[in-house]
C-alpha cells in the first residue's frame, strides 16, 4: 500500500501562485510515475501534470508554460508549482502514484486539496 498526503492548497487571487506538495510513504519502492488531478464542480477528474521516475513529464495544454511538475531526489514527495493562475484552475486537486508489481499497475490516490483562485 502507499498513503499520500496532500499540501498546500488555500485561496489565491488570479495571477497568483501557488505550489502543492504530496508526500509519498509506505511500499514507495516500485513507484514508476506521480501525477496530479483535478476535479472541478460539475466536471470529471482530468489530469493535470505527470512526471516518471525517469523525469520525463506532460502537462495538459490549459496548464503548460504556468504549471510545472517535479519530485525530490528520494522521489517521495512531489510537487505541482502553479503560477499565472486563473479562476478556471479553481479545483480540487488530487495527487495519484501509480506503482508497477508485474503484471499489475496500482494506482492510489490522496485526499484532495482544493485550489481556489478568486479575487
Known amino acids: 500500500q502507499v498513503q499520500l498526503v496532500e499540501s498546500g492548497g488555500g485561496l489565491v487571487q488570479p495571477g497568483g501562485s501557488l505550489t502543492l506538495s504530496c508526500a509519498a510513504s509506505?511500499?514507495?519502492?516500485?513507484?514508476?510515475?506521480m501525477a496530479w488531478y483535478r476535479q472541478a464542480p460539475g466536471k470529471q477528474r482530468e489530469l493535470v501534470a505527470k512526471i516518471t521516475s525517469a523525469g520525463s513529464t506532460n502537462y495538459a495544454d490549459s496548464v503548460k508554460g504556468r504549471f510545472t511538475i517535479s519530485r525530490d531526489n528520494a522521489k517521495t514527495t512531489a510537487y505541482l508549482q502553479m503560477s499565472s493562475l486563473k479562476p478556471e484552475d479553481t479545483a480540487v486537486y488530487y495527487c495519484?502514484?501509480?506503482?508497477?508489481?508485474?503484471?499489475?499497475?496500482?494506482?492510489?490516490w490522496g485526499q484532495g486539496t482544493q485550489v481556489t483562485v478568486s479575487s
Open positions: 509506505g511500499s514507495i519502492l516500485n513507484i514508476y510515475a
Open positions: 495519484n502514484a501509480q506503482r508497477l508489481v508485474v503484471p499489475v499497475t496500482y494506482n492510489y
